[in-house]
């Protein structure tokens, strides 16, 4: 009876759906979730009795990856079953036979062409997001997926940024359950959990392989997954400059974009080109009145004792000023305007990342999931991209306006 002790994420949404999605991170429990509803499937109320499915496939990326986690794993469906309900692995034929006749075919996603012909009521996927050849080997899977009544699939994976998944989450026929790895905190060895929340955690990579969220790079983006991870660092020397970067919204009210505020600091010994920035905190808040983002961006200064707020004053003008003043009269403040669009902006701070020039501390998902979808196209992702903005200004009044100073022939003389 796994559904009396199962983590919620592991049973199946109620309802008419066709493809169950059970996202998670690593070690969430997804296989045994994935073993037990084909169980569910294809068991009857007595060993020899027929249950809902008759024809079932198991589907991996690679056959070795069905046989040894899918079938023969720990939480693979021979190891959930009893004794009496087990089912006989052949290997020759590559599938599994239970007592009452329900056979369970597996396949490899790096073979698509071998779903041609075969026809089944249910199946289980796994891994999706990591196939080779996924879009292909998912198609030829819903053309067999045809027999009985209600056909239907589950597929256990960790989600990845890709098309097919996307495109499987959009559909109106599925539903999801997710979790994190720590949901499963009872069946995993404590020095798993700890050691890989101690590396992983607060970092884009840990939001994925270990929260289970699905993180999406736009096709061409300024800043990619890889390279923000590339530019992870744990610790964080001296700095010679501190700003506070501020992009307040528009409108003061609760329905109003955030309002971005963005840390950094940079360490400019020698000439710019070896100058180095690190992004030590995204303080963005989502403010109900400019009051509200203006206490947050004065406690960031001081929790960081940066030497000046920069702010965009577009929308507001000398408000901006004058809001920030009344939280502190003192607050050393740059109004800056912006004169060219967000991507134009953007691009020479993106152009600084690619230098290997900018690093990240943990903990700034919400701004690096706003980086990754900046296009040169322009912004893909939902409302403004306020944290990006503030990162662009942080960056430009820390790194790229001295610069130019620098550069200048009377300023070198001066």
């Given at each position: 009876m796994f559904e009396l002790w199962a983590w919620p994420h592991q049973l199946p949404p109620p309802g008419a759906w066709r493809s169950w999605v059970c996202l998670g991170g690593r070690g969430a429990g997804k296989t045994r979730a994935g073993a037990e509803w084909v169980?569910?499937?294809?068991?009857?109320?007595?060993?020899?009795?027929?249950?809902?499915?008759?024809?079932v496939a198991l589907v991996g990326e690679t056959f070795d990856q069905v046989m040894e986690v899918m079938v023969m794993g720990p939480s693979g469906v021979i190891a959930c079953s009893p004794p009496d309900r087990r089912p006989h692995w052949e290997a020759t034929r590559r599938?599994?036979?239970w007592p009452n006749g329900a056979v369970a075919q597996a396949f490899s996603a790096s073979e698509p062409e071998n779903l041609r012909g075969p026809q089944f009521d249910a199946a289980w996927v796994d891994e999706l997001a990591k196939w080779k050849r996924g879009l292909e080997a998912w198609d030829m899977l819903q053309f067999a997926l045809r027999?009985?009544?209600?056909?239907?699939?589950?597929?256990?994976?960790?989600?990845?940024?890709?098309p097919v998944l996307k495109a499987l989450l959009a559909s109106?026929?599925?539903?999801?359950?997710?979790?994190?790895?720590?949901?499963?905190?009872?069946?995993?060895a404590p020095s798993f959990l700890k050691e890989m929340e101690a590396r992983y955690g607060g970092t884009r990579l840990g939001r994925q392989e270990l929260e289970g969220r699905l993180l999406e790079d736009a096709e061409g983006a300024l800043w990619t997954t890889a390279g923000l991870e590339g530019a992870r660092v744990d610790a964080v020397g001296a700095l010679d400059r501190i700003v506070v970067a501020v992009d307040p919204p528009v409108t003061g009210h609760a329905g109003s974009d955030a309002c971005g505020i963005v840390v950094a600091g940079v360490v400019t010994q020698g000439a710019p080109g070896d100058w180095r920035a690190v992004v030590l905190e995204d303080a963005s808040v989502q403010a109900a009145s400019p009051l509200a983002w203006a206490q947050a961006a004065v406690a960031a200064m001081a929790r960081h004792g940066a030497a000046r707020m920069v702010a965009e004053v577009n929308q507001g003008g000398d408000l901006v000023a004058q809001v920030v003043r009344q939280i502190d009269p003192l607050v050393a403040f740059r109004a800056v305007r912006a004169t060219r669009n967000k991507v134009a902006r953007a691009e020479p701070v993106a152009a600084l990342y690619?230098?290997?020039?900018?690093?990240?501390v943990r903990g700034l998902g919400a701004l690096e999931d706003?980086?990754?979808?900046?296009?040169?196209?322009?912004?893909?992702?939902?409302?403004?991209?306020?944290?990006?903005?503030?990162?662009?200004?942080a960056l430009t009044d820390l790194m790229i306006e001295p610069a130019a100073r620098w550069r200048s022939p009377r300023m070198r003389v001066l």
């Amino acid at each position: 009876m796994f559904e009396l002790w199962a983590w919620p994420h592991q049973l199946p949404p109620p309802g008419a759906w066709r493809s169950w999605v059970c996202l998670g991170g690593r070690g969430a429990g997804k296989t045994r979730a994935g073993a037990e509803w084909v169980r569910a499937q294809v068991e009857g109320s007595r060993p020899g009795d027929p249950g809902l499915s008759r024809q079932v496939a198991l589907v991996g990326e690679t056959f070795d990856q069905v046989m040894e986690v899918m079938v023969m794993g720990p939480s693979g469906v021979i190891a959930c079953s009893p004794p009496d309900r087990r089912p006989h692995w052949e290997a020759t034929r590559r599938r599994l036979v239970w007592p009452n006749g329900a056979v369970a075919q597996a396949f490899s996603a790096s073979e698509p062409e071998n779903l041609r012909g075969p026809q089944f009521d249910a199946a289980w996927v796994d891994e999706l997001a990591k196939w080779k050849r996924g879009l292909e080997a998912w198609d030829m899977l819903q053309f067999a997926l045809r027999s009985g009544p209600s056909p239907r699939q589950v597929v256990t994976t960790t989600p990845r940024n890709a098309p097919v998944l996307k495109a499987l989450l959009a559909s109106p026929s599925t539903v999801t359950t997710h979790a994190p790895t720590r949901a499963n905190r009872a069946w995993l060895a404590p020095s798993f959990l700890k050691e890989m929340e101690a590396r992983y955690g607060g970092t884009r990579l840990g939001r994925q392989e270990l929260e289970g969220r699905l993180l999406e790079d736009a096709e061409g983006a300024l800043w990619t997954t890889a390279g923000l991870e590339g530019a992870r660092v744990d610790a964080v020397g001296a700095l010679d400059r501190i700003v506070v970067a501020v992009d307040p919204p528009v409108t003061g009210h609760a329905g109003s974009d955030a309002c971005g505020i963005v840390v950094a600091g940079v360490v400019t010994q020698g000439a710019p080109g070896d100058w180095r920035a690190v992004v030590l905190e995204d303080a963005s808040v989502q403010a109900a009145s400019p009051l509200a983002w203006a206490q947050a961006a004065v406690a960031a200064m001081a929790r960081h004792g940066a030497a000046r707020m920069v702010a965009e004053v577009n929308q507001g003008g000398d408000l901006v000023a004058q809001v920030v003043r009344q939280i502190d009269p003192l607050v050393a403040f740059r109004a800056v305007r912006a004169t060219r669009n967000k991507v134009a902006r953007a691009e020479p701070v993106a152009a600084l990342y690619e230098q290997g020039r900018v690093a990240h501390v943990r903990g700034l998902g919400a701004l690096e999931d706003q980086m990754v979808l900046m296009t040169p196209q322009g912004f893909l992702g939902r409302g403004s991209p306020d944290r990006v903005d503030a990162l662009v200004w942080a960056l430009t009044d820390l790194m790229i306006e001295p610069a130019a100073r620098w550069r200048s022939p009377r300023m070198r003389v001066l």
